[in-house]
């Protein structure tokens, strides 16, 4: 079953162990050091990640390591780029504003 991305990246945990794996790949093992919880419960958020496509695995020996996609993020920022664009330009207006009052106040 394929998973939601938004879905995947809506939890805190899941967004940590991406932002660990697009560093370096990853054993289970490995990931459960950085968290307060138990090796079932990193697995648990392994299988979403996976199941949305943000990490593919590769067996190695015994060990099984996750790798980040970066392809996959695409979606997210591709639904993010006309937002970013609104909050520009709303920056782009308060710099405008700000300085407009600065030279009033500058004149006074």
């Known amino acids: 079953m394929k998973r939601d991305i938004f879905q995947a990246i809506a939890d805190p945990t899941r967004r940590a162990i991406i932002g660990l794996i697009a560093v370096q790949a990853m054993t289970p093992n490995a990931l459960a050091e950085h968290f307060d919880m138990t090796r079932q ?23 099984i390591y996750y790798y980040f996609n970066p392809i996959k993020i695409k979606e997210v ?9 609104l909050w520009e330009d709303r920056f782009s207006q308060l710099d405008q504003l700000l300085l407009t009052l600065t030279v009033q106040n500058n004149e006074r």
């Open 41 to 63: 419960a990193v697995s648990k958020h392994i299988k979403v990640l996976t199941e949305c496509d943000l990490l593919h695995q590769q067996q190695k020996g015994r060990e």
């Open 77 to 85: 920022a591709d639904w993010i780029e006309p937002f970013k664009k």
